[in-house]
């Protein structure tokens, strides 16, 4: 079991940065791979970007690719989404999320499959 707590949302110009920040819980944390997704308001959830658990491998939706990062530090139990360029569509709740992979430090989220665990999700909105 893990809880995931986000921290960092809020209100930014287009053309802006925000760092949201994720504070995992519980054992083992880098056993996870974890993520984010989004959802806006009248649209579907989707997927941002995932870390493997050991950190070393990324993958990110198209439509954030080249201006989000994402990273993990295991010695802190947190995952962060760094987000530059900023563009009114960015704008939804943002959800960190965590799957168990166990011994496999180098697998990812899958963007089609719901990850075991969710934050309660932090606002996002981009001002044009």
């Known amino acids: 079991q893990v809880r995931l707590v986000e921290a960092g949302g809020g209100l930014v110009q287009a053309g802006g940065s925000l760092r949201l920040s994720c504070a995992a819980s519980?054992?083992?944390?880098?056993?996870?791979?974890m993520g984010w997704f989004r959802q806006a308001p009248g649209k579907n959830r989707e997927f941002v970007a995932t870390?493997?658990?050991?950190?070393?491998?990324?993958h990110y939706a198209d439509s954030v690719k080249g201006r989000f990062t994402i990273s993990r530090d295991n010695a802190k139990n947190a995952v962060y989404l760094q987000m530059n360029g900023l563009k009114p569509e960015d704008t939804a709740v943002y959800y960190c999320?965590?799957?168990?992979?166990?011994?496999?430090?180098?697998?990812?989220?899958?963007?089609?499959?719901?990850?075991?665990?969710w934050g309660q999700g932090t606002q996002v909105t981009v001002s044009s």
């Open positions: 999320t965590g799957h168990f992979f166990g011994s496999n430090w180098s697998g990812v989220l899958r963007a089609d499959v719901s990850p075991d665990y």
């Open positions: 519980g054992d083992a944390f880098n056993s996870y791979a």
């Open positions: 870390v493997s658990g050991s950190g070393v491998n990324t």
